[in-house]
């Protein structure tokens, strides 16, 4: 099985930055996909970016430009830096390990992230 723990979230002015952690452990070899989601109150829970294990990435559009995401494979983790965060960026952020063919493996608990305006 494999465990994650989220890390890193909080409450920031619209502008701000804040940078998002996952500690994977456990059967972390099965792991090709490492992604982050959020869900905002009333909404369905989105993609927000993906990294595989060979270091490819994908972003959704509106985060595009703002967010990064890396992986430290040493470290098993999984990081999520926001830039210039906006309202709409407030949600619960989401930890996610996928498998080949996007099978689910785990997903971490949550962490908030409030951005005021």
């Known amino acids: 099985q494999v465990q994650l723990v989220e890390s890193g979230g909080g409450l920031v002015q619209a502008g701000g930055s804040l940078r998002l952690s996952c500690a994977a452990s456990?059967?972390?070899?099965?792991?090709?996909?490492m992604a982050w989601y959020r869900q905002a109150p009333g909404k369905q829970r989105e993609l927000v970016a993906t990294i595989t294990s060979g270091g490819s990435t994908n972003y959704a559009d509106s985060v595009k430009g703002r967010f990064t995401i890396s992986r430290d494979n040493a470290k098993n983790t999984v990081s999520l830096e926001m830039n210039s965060l906006k309202p709409e960026d407030t949600a619960v952020y989401y930890c996610?390990?996928?498998?080949?063919?996007?099978?689910?493996?785990?997903w971490g608990q949550g962490t908030q992230v409030t951005v005021s305006s």
């Open positions: 456990g059967s972390i070899s099965s792991i090709y996909v």
């Open positions: 996610r390990a996928a498998g080949g063919y996007d099978r689910d493996i785990a």
